[in-house]
């Protein structure tokens, strides 16, 4: 089993950045497709990213491609997401998850979560 814990969250003008972090631990952590979903009060839970266990392959959500960027350090068990460009329907609270399958562009396969770090952003 794998434990996540998020951090980078906050409150950001429109047009802004943010980098999100997500810190793993437990078992080897270059045996999980990693991704980043996010939810907003109301809404369902989106995919918003995804990467291999390699760190070769990626997916992007339709919303946030070309503004967000998805990378992991394996050495130091860390998979990024760099936000740029940030929207108010950006808003929401960002969780990483880790799937443990290879289908890491698959939401379905995601199995471990973290706690979430919530991003703001203001019009």
């Known amino acids: 089993q794998v434990q996540l814990v998020e951090s980078g969250g906050g409150l950001v003008q429109a047009g802004g950045s943010l980098r999100l972090s997500c810190v793993a631990s437990?078992?080897?952590?270059?045996?999980?497709?990693m991704g980043w979903f996010r939810q907003a009060p109301g809404k369902e839970r989106e995919f918003v990213a995804g990467?291999?266990?390699?760190?070769?392959?990626?997916y992007y959500a339709t919303s946030v491609k070309g503004r967000f960027t998805i990378s992991r350090n394996n050495a130091r068990t860390t998979v990024t997401l760099q936000m740029n460009s940030l929207q108010p329907e950006d808003t929401a609270a960002y969780l990483c998850?880790?799937?443990?399958?290879?289908?890491?562009?698959?939401?379905?396969?995601?199995?471990?979560w973290g706690q979430g770090t919530q991003v703001t952003v203001s019009s």
């Open positions: 437990g078992r080897t952590f270059s045996s999980y497709g």
């Open positions: 990467i291999s266990r390699s760190g070769s392959g990626t």
């Open positions: 998850a880790a799937e443990p399958y290879g289908t890491y562009h698959e939401s379905s396969s995601f199995a471990y």
